[in-house]
């Protein structure tokens, strides 16, 4: 079982900032099915990007996720005050073939 | 335009057993690379997988949970059971369905979740 960890577990930035969230696997994942959701309070998690770096239907440019092997990132290049939520990395082909991270919360600083 | 939705009991009592049904529209869980997730979330806490049934009927579950559950479906509802015994009080939890198409990897689409108590 892949064990999937996110760092760090909260990170505080100003609106306009750039945020940078990493994502590390115990084990190699395939870039193709590494993927980041968005998770506001009350809200079901929005597919951000799958593939490690494909952003998904309607998602704005100013995310986008690089990575490979185990360590992966999710950037996004200027906080708007609607990117404030939680992160969570999630990989998808290994036994068990579904894995989430524990989050990263992205407050307000 | 594809869409899933949870239903269940809101309470049920340790012990019991647990029927969650997700119905979903807009997609074939009979079509090559289409799958339906469960996830839950406790409260406050993070995103735990908990199955998975892909359009060949393949089945797969959560390490940890396996002994419990059974997911199925009925293609010709559009409908995917999940069902988890000897519930207990941790199980309490926001239960989500998703769709997962193999070609992403990712769960795409997301239904809005029930909130499953358990509590005598």
């Known amino acids: 079982e892949i064990v999937l960890t996110q760092s760090p577990g909260t990170l505080s930035l100003s609106p306009g900032e750039r945020a940078t969230l990493s994502c590390r696997a115990s084990?190699?994942?395939?870039?193709?099915?590494l993927a980041w959701y968005q998770q506001k309070p009350g809200q079901a998690p929005r597919l951000l990007i799958y593939?490690?770096?494909s952003r998904a239907t309607g998602i704005p440019d100013r995310f986008s996720g690089s990575g490979s092997g185990t360590d992966f990132t999710l950037t996004i290049s200027r906080l708007e005050p609607e990117d404030f939520a939680v992160y969570y990395c999630?990989?998808?082909?290994?036994?068990?073939?579904?894995?989430f991270g524990q989050g990263t919360r992205l407050e307000i600083k | 335009q594809v869409t899933l939705r949870e239903s269940g009991p809101a309470l049920v009592k340790p012990t019991q057993t647990l029927t969650l049904t997700c119905t979903f529209s807009?997609?074939?869980?009979?079509?090559?690379?289409?799958?339906v997730s469960w996830i839950r979330q406790p409260p406050g806490k993070a995103l735990e997988w908990l199955a998975l049934?892909?359009?060949?009927?393949?089945?797969y579950y959560s390490t940890s949970l396996k002994t419990r559950l059974t997911i199925s479906k009925d293609t010709s509802k559009n409908q995917v059971v999940l069902t988890m015994t000897n519930m207990d009080p941790v199980d309490t939890a926001t239960y989500y369905c998703?769709?997962?198409?193999?070609?992403?990897?990712?769960?795409?689409?997301w239904g809005q979740g029930t909130t499953v108590t358990v509590s005598s």
């Open positions: 999630q990989q998808y082909g290994s036994s068990p073939p579904v894995d």
């Open positions: 998703a769709r997962i198409r193999f070609m992403l990897g990712a769960m795409d689409v």
């Open positions: 807009g997609f074939s869980l009979s079509t090559s690379g289409m799958c």
């Open positions: 084990q190699s994942v395939s870039s193709s099915y």
């Open positions: 593939g490690a770096s």
């Open positions: 049934i892909d359009w060949d009927d393949d089945k």
